[in-house]
Antibody
Framework: QVQLQESGPGLVKPSGTLSLTCTVS?????????WSWVRQPLGKGLEWIGE???????NYNPPLKSRVSISVDKSKNQFSLKVSSVTAADTAVYYC????????????WGQGTLVTVSS | DIQMTQSPSSLSASVGDRVTITCRAS??????LNWYQQKPGKAPNLLIY???SLQSGVPSRFGGSGSGTDFTLTISSLQPEDFATYFC????????FGQGTKVEIK
């Protein structure tokens, strides 16, 4: 059973960089899956941020592409998210998730972590 | 990019009711449509994939249908644990989600 766990600061200053890490257990990050980030402002809907394959291939949501970077650390079975130049609009619960290569579904999720952008 | 529109945004229903939620895509997505359930403070949970396939462990009262641009999630007999928010997601191209439908107790 794959498990994912997000970690990182819960508070980021405006114009700073949001950094989160997702640790994968019960499975290998080198599996045939996409490793993804999804966010959800409180009380609102889900927004896909981007994804990376263990080979280094990546895809990003166009509105966020200029500010977002996702990387994979196979030695630690982790993947990470960086969002630069953050504003209050980036305040959200951030989820890491595994997306099935075959079906394109998000079949495993982390519990989510709230990141607040505030001075 | 493909826009997903759900309706209604919320509904009130009673235990035992049949509930239907619709999801419309801005262009044809074949059957690349998935449904998730989210309870407060929890991550979404996959219910249905490829429009009508039930994810392992999901009760059979949940069903999905549709193809092209119009899709439906049906709960045949609403149970107390089904009060939650439901999201559709297209996997035809870069992922996008509907805005959600909150199912509340009547």
């Amino acid at each position: 059973q794959v498990q994912l766990q997000e970690s990182g600061p819960g508070l980021v200053k405006p114009s700073g960089t949001l950094s989160l890490t997702c640790t994968v257990s019960g499975g290998s990050i080198s599996s045939n899956d996409w490793w993804s980030w999804v966010r959800q402002p409180l009380g609102k809907g889900l927004e896909w941020i981007g994804e990376m394959y263990h080979s280094g291939s990546s895809n990003y949501n166009p509105p966020l592409k200029s500010r977002v970077s996702i990387s994979v650390d196979k030695s630690k079975n982790q993947f990470s998210l960086k969002v630069s130049s953050v504003t209050a609009a980036d305040t959200a619960v951030y989820y890491c998730a595994k997306k099935s290569w075959e079906l394109g579904v998000f079949d495993y999720w982390g519990q989510g972590t709230l990141v607040t952008v505030s001075s | 990019d493909i826009q997903m529109t759900q309706s209604p945004s919320s509904l009130s229903a009673s235990v035992g009711d049949r509930v239907t939620i619709t999801c419309r895509a801005s262009q044809s997505i074949s059957r690349s449509l998935n449904w998730y359930q989210q309870k407060p403070g929890k991550a979404p949970n996959l219910l249905i994939y490829a429009a009508s396939s039930l994810q392992s462990g999901v009760p059979s009262r949940f069903g999905g249908s549709g193809s092209g641009t119009d899709f439906t999630l049906t709960i045949s007999s609403l149970q107390p644990e089904d009060f939650a928010t439901y999201f559709c997601q297209q996997s035809y191209s870069t992922p996008s989600f509907g805005q959600g439908t909150k199912v509340e107790i009547k």
